[in-house]
């Protein structure tokens, strides 16, 4: 493998907090040195970097890739080609697919596609029970074995605290990382809406925010009895965030997500009862939003993931109420988390802390990173250039985005995986 310098770079890099100008330097996918000031003289191959941000490639957790059994929604192909343009250099996919990803043999399948198919680096998760129903714990430690890096049941929560406690207990003596989706099962289903005076002029089908706070304050306390690792994958109203603070303050090994969606939309985006705004959970109060932007500007949230969920245009074109939730957002993730810095309210290092760095952590992996010895996953991308999104020029096989028709800033100039050009901006 050639080596590279960068140069003439905007160097982000989350580590360090820092956003300087400089130069870096990779070898056999790796880096190898960074420095500030004057390209040191070498034979490698240069890129300038025309004073562009150069970053961390993103770690995304929870990417939604409809094989086996949906291909016609997404394939490790079109996902791994909409991840290499929206700068995600990893991306850590959902066991949401049908048959659910509950058996090493049906992981096995899915790993063999990923490697096949895709240009950026996949770690699969796997199911927590048997189908995602809440009855039965599959083998997670055969499933381990077999490479799945976490275990979730998705959006289906393990309403049965016996089950869950023992899937906890377990998981955390094979030091598997559970990730959970905090929702009181019972007053959330059916809802396609947060409650208050929105919703029911509406006449959408709503759920309290209090539902969010019970089913984490339930995890919490399981979390206290098993001392297992554990993930809340979105967060996403202010009431739940006290109860996140104190389990941290008291030394759980907790972590919390949001989704891009619940970072830059709120409740009012739904008001056309356009369904490409309907995700899981819903849209949130304009308080909450910023709320949750808060808390991931003081690391309160470690993570924003795009929660890529694709749906055809059959699944879509229905009445608000039945239409299917998700978004996609493997290409968007990055130029909808700019609007918070274009806005002022959260900088570069501190984005790519929550979409690279923290990912990467907890789950025990050394990118995400501008360090040296670091794998050389790599973002560069133009944080001020205007653009309108047109669904159509996504490379997901599905274009059920809520930014359609908007204005944007900020694009991908090119992605880097190990050191090699995976994606370039025409």
């Known amino acids: ?72 929604k997404e394939s490790y192909k079109s996902a791994g080609l909409a991840a290499a343009a929206g700068g995600v250099t990893t991306i850590v996919t959902r066991p949401d697919t049908s048959p659910s990803i509950d058996t090493p043999e049906t992981l096995e399948f899915v790993t063999r596609r990923a490697q096949a198919d895709t240009p950026v680096n996949v770690l699969p998760m796997a199911a927590l029970t048997k189908g995602r129903e809440g009855r039965e714990m599959t083998e997670i430690g055969f499933l381990q074995d077999a490479g799945a890096v976490a275990f979730t049941d998705c959006d289906h929560v393990v309403a049965d605290t016996k089950v869950f406690s023992r899937a906890l207990t377990y998981a955390r003596s094979c030091g598997a990382l559970v990730i959970a989706h905090p929702q009181e099962p019972g007053l959330s289903a059916g809802a396609a809406a947060t409650s208050g005076k929105f919703a029911t002029l509406r006449g959408l089908p709503a759920v309290s925010p209090m539902a969010e706070r019970m089913g984490l304050d339930r995890d919490i306390a399981l979390l206290e009895m098993t001392g297992a690792k554990y993930h809340a994958d979105q967060i996403t109203t202010a009431r739940a965030l006290p109860a996140l603070e104190r389990a941290k303050r008291n030394g759980l090994d907790i972590t919390a997500g949001t989704s891009i969606h619940h970072l830059t939309l709120n409740e009012l985006d739904v008001a056309d009862y356009r369904t490409f705004f309907k995700v899981k959970p819903p ?103 205007p653009f309108v999104l047109d669904r159509f020029s996504l490379k997901s096989k599905s274009q059920n985005t809520p930014f359609d028709g908007q204005r944007m800033q900020g694009k991908v100039t090119a992605t880097y995986v190990a050191g090699q050009e995976v994606y370039r901006r025409s």
């Open 283 to 385: 849209l949130r109060s304009e308080d909450d939003r910023q709320a949750v932007i808060e808390a991931v500007r003081t690391g309160l949230i470690d993570i924003i993931s795009s929660m890529h969920t694709p749906q055809d245009e059959e699944s879509k074109r229905l009445p608000f109420e039945e239409a299917a939730s998700g978004a996609v957002a493997l290409e968007t993730l990055l130029p909808a988390a700019l609007r918070l810095y274009h806005s002022d309210q959260l900088d570069l290092p501190t984005l790519f802390r929550a979409m690279a760095l923290n990912p990467a952590k907890r789950l025990g992996l050394d990118s995400g990173r501008l360090a040296e010895g670091a794998p050389a996953d790599l973002v560069l991308f133009d944080p001020d250039v």
């Open 1 to 72: 493998m050639t080596s590279v310098v960068f140069s003439n770079a905007r160097l982000i890099d989350p580590e360090t907090g820092t956003d300087s100008t400089g130069w870096l330097s990779v070898s056999d996918g790796r880096i190898v040195a960074r420095g500030e000031g004057k390209t040191p003289a070498s034979g490698a191959q240069v890129v300038d970097c025309g004073g562009h941000c150069l970053a961390p490639g993103i770690v995304d957790i929870g990417v939604k890739v409809c094989e086996p059994g949906e291909r016609h």
